[in-house]
């Protein structure tokens, strides 16, 4: 497991290119066959992916955890971008189309993933935040995810924002996850931007041609910085951080956060012409 140390917004904003990418950006994280997983000490969410192909893959434990299984004192959200798969918690078998979503309680002993058919491997995105109480295991269809439509056509940004663990959703201890899809011809999402000092979030790009990119913004708001994002690639945004993009093409990307609340509202929205 890669572990990454907070940084300042006083350090961030005298940073490279190569060191941003380095510090704030999640690259190969969908690896055939393997769990891979980021441990970012900001709210200290550990950012997973695995794309089982022929074998099941075990949720591995890690030493840096002292724990004696990973959800020992954490807690799982689980959403799939790729084709069917099936996620198995200590006896119960979830299901999960493209963008369906399962949540794992603390005290989940045995986690694993597999595909339904590896010709059409499910691409599972993970996050994990610290837990201190056990709330059910549970599976949310995007369907049953609470669309919300936001943006528009003349602002390129119409696109639609399903959540799945939230208050009014799948409960959790500190997770709030979800995604959103933007439409054809729409490019910009998360527009006007936001920070929300309470909360850690991250990014998990997909549905990005090969060819094209997200330019995504973080920082200060006005010391705004980017980041050039390809598919199934995440990027973490510390709590003092904006967090806005555009491609160019549409794309959907998932949202997750932790932190001081789980209240998808509270955002301190920056205006447009503020942004620097
Ligand atoms: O704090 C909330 C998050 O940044 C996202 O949910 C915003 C988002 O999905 C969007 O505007 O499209
Ligand atoms: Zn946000």
């Known amino acids: 497991m890669e572990i990454r140390f907070s940084h300042s917004p006083e350090e961030t ?3 490279s290119t190569q060191e941003l990418r380095r510090h704030f ?3 190969h994280l969908m690896q055939d066959d393997v769990v ?4 970012a000490h900001d709210d200290r969410l550990i950012i997973g992916g695995a ?5 099941p893959l075990h949720l591995p434990n890690h030493p840096e955890l002292k724990a004696d299984y990973f959800l020992e004192r954490r807690e799982l959200g689980v959403i799939n971008v790729g084709g ?3 996620v198995h918690a200590d006896g119960q078998t979830f299901e999960l189309e493209k963008l369906d ?3 794992l309680g603390k005290g989940t002993r ?7 058919s590896p010709h059409d491997p499910p691409v599972f995105f993970l996050l994990s935040a610290p837990a201190h109480a056990s709330y059910p295991n549970q599976v949310m269809k995007k369907q049953d995810a609470a669309p919300m439509q936001a943006g528009d056509d003349k602002n390129a940004n119409k696109r639609t924002i399903y959540k799945y663990i939230h208050l009014d959703g799948i409960r959790s201890c500190q997770l709030v996850m979800g995604l959103t899809m933007l439409e054809p011809g729409s490019v910009w999402n998360s527009v006007p931007p936001h920070t929300h000092t309470r909360r850690t979030e991250v990014y998990f790009y997909f549905d990005v041609p090969a060819a094209q990119r997200v330019f995504h913004f973080m920082g200060q708001p006005q010391e705004t910085r980017h980041l050039v994002m390809a598919n199934h690639e995440a990027v973490i945004s510390p709590p003092w951080s904006v967090h806005f993009g555009c491609g160019t093409s549409h794309y959907g990307f998932i949202w997750g956060m932790a ?8 955002m301190d929205v920056v205006e447009v012409k503020s942004v620097l």
């Open 13 to 15: 904003l005298r940073m």
């Open 25 to 27: 950006l999640v690259q």
């Open 36 to 39: 891979r997983l980021v441990y």
């Open 51 to 55: 794309r089982p192909l022929t074998n």
């Open 84 to 86: 069917r798969g099936t």
């Open 101 to 103: 979503a399962v949540y």
């Open 110 to 116: 045995e986690v694993s993933f597999a595909a339904v």
């Open 259 to 266: 932190g001081e609340n789980q209240v998808y509202n509270d």
